[in-house]
């Protein structure tokens, strides 16, 4: 994938917005059949998968069912030839007459169970195998399921003893030997009938229900793939228009649609700040360099006797230090990302003494309280954590400097102590505290509760040097006794 490119504007390293640009989907691609792991080709697969199981879940009981049948068929013709035999005198039966009922019954032997007695009524010559004995009165489904493949795939000489309850004469049951190629030979073609029409009928759902999903679903969702594809590699082209569907896929259109026109909009407002980025930093650049001349020509009178000078000189330099501070922030806040922070053990007394005194905190004005456990550590990164308590100490002792009833007096009170795993640094002061209306957006870049010369960057720069610690920034309360500030920082 290209690398977008940056534009370094010296205010802010923003990505340029401007897309790699990439081919246009030709209709040949729009053509070219889908990779074999694409959803059409699952969804096949799956329905492919679903045939062949409903086909088998048709097959396998019907098999079942023809055998029975086909046994008690040959039941009932036995049963109905052992009335005939009954019927004679002692039920005396010629050998050339029991072998037209045995062959007219397609079996072997008939049997008549009564009272625990058995009665051979039909009898043939002696089996090379013992036979295999099938009880219809009592079958599980797993047995009745199995025996239509145990005869499929039997040895060629198997025989079958059959036994089931008489229907036409008094008995405890009825039993026939028969052979199994007779049934064998029906039975693959009852299968292979049964399995092509089984097939036919599962091919022609299937192949219904995957022209109604590929209507109802792979078609919708080409036609999104195709819209993000061409808002990729343009996305200034205009998208397809939403369909007018009112299910999950028409919402899917209208919320894609939506969104490709908020980046859209995005896209042209991120272009219009690279170019505003671009014009500040020149325009700061050239203003650092006029303060610089201008706060030499300051220094250069500090040196006059004329009174006028002596009086308008201070503010002069006051306003000079304002503009410098705000360029300085302005840059500041603009760059792209803070380095990543360098995090090690340290003590809080010594990181909030050096920021006292970067703050202008002192003796005979705004002073400095600590009020710090004995050998109070943080884990931090020492530059980071020095312009977080820069910033909030500065901002007290201006707050307090503005009461116009303090004469520029009062205290910056630190505490500190650990709640769980995080250390927790309380910042305080006894000024007028933050006005209601900007408590709440105290954090937004460029709002300040400074009537001095606050540039509203401060606290803003300051929660996101916190966050990247992983820990916050928060306003705890504020009022006419001062506003509090809560600083946590994992430990």
Do not use: C
């Amino acid at each position: 994938m290209t690398e977008p490119r940056t534009i370094e504007t010296g205010l802010q390293t923003r990505p340029d917005t401007a897309p790699a640009v990439r081919p246009p989907i030709t209709l040949r691609e729009r053509l070219t059949p889908h990779a074999p792991d694409g959803l059409s080709s699952r969804l096949l697969l799956l329905t492919v998968v679903f045939t062949l199981a409903v086909a088998a879940l048709i097959i396998v009981p019907s098999a079942a069912s023809f055998q029975e049948r086909w046994l008690m068929d040959r039941l009932q013709a036995a049963e109905l030839a052992s009335v005939g035999v009954e019927a004679l005198p002692y039920s005396a039966v010629e050998d050339s007459t029991a072998e037209q009922l045995l062959s007219i019954g397609g079996v072997q032997s008939v049997v008549v169970g009564e009272q625990g007695v058995r009665r051979l009524l039909l009898q043939a010559p002696n089996l090379p195998r013992a036979p295999e004995l099938i009880d219809l009165r009592r079958r599980n489904m797993g047995a009745r399921l199995l025996d239509p493949w145990k005869t499929l795939f039997g040895h060629p000489d198997r025989s079958i003893r059959v036994q089931a309850k008489p229907r036409y004469r008094s008995g405890d049951f009825i039993e026939i030997l028969a052979p199994a190629a007779p049934l064998k030979t029906e039975l693959k073609g009852f299968l292979l009938n049964s399995l092509f029409k089984s097939l036919l009928i599962a091919l022609v759902a299937g192949g219904l229900l995957y022209a109604s999903l590929s209507f109802l679903v792979l078609q919708p969702l080409r036609r999104v793939t195709r819209s993000i594809e061409r808002f990729a590699a343009d996305p200034e082209s205009e998208g397809e228009t939403p369909s007018d569907r009112h299910d999950e896929i028409g919402r899917v259109e209208r919320e894609l649609a939506r969104m490709q026109e908020e980046v859209r909009q995005s896209l042209r407002s991120r272009a219009r700040l690279v170019a505003l980025g671009e014009a500040v930093a020149k325009i700061n650049h050239d203003l650092r360099n006029m303060l610089t001349s201008a706060q030499m020509a300051s220094e250069r009178l500090s040196g006059s006797s004329d009174p006028l000078v002596a009086v308008a000189l201070p503010r002069l330099e006051r306003a000079l230090g304002r503009a410098a501070a705000l360029a300085r922030n302005v840059l500041e806040y603009g760059r792209s990302e803070e380095p990543e922070p360098q995090r090690k053990k340290m003590l809080l007394a010594r990181a909030v003494a050096a920021a006292a005194e970067d703050a202008g905190l002192e003796e005979g004005g705004v002073r400095l309280v600590r009020d710090l456990p004995p050998r109070f550590a943080v884990n931090a990164d020492g530059d980071q954590l020095h312009r977080i308590l820069v910033n909030l100490m500065r901002n007290a002792r201006q707050a307090v400097e503005a009461a116009p009833d303090r004469q520029g007096r009062g205290a910056v009170t630190v505490r500190a102590g650990v709640e769980g795993a995080e250390a927790v640094i309380l910042i305080s002061d006894d000024g007028p505290g933050i006005p209601p209306r900007l408590a709440e957006r105290l954090f937004e870049p460029f709002v300040s509760g400074s009537k001095t010369d606050g540039t509203g960057l401060g606290l803003t720069i300051s929660r996101e040097l916190a966050a990247a610690h992983g820990g916050a920034l928060t306003l705890v309360d504020t009022g006419a006794d001062g506003a509090r500030f809560e600083l946590r920082l994992p430990n």
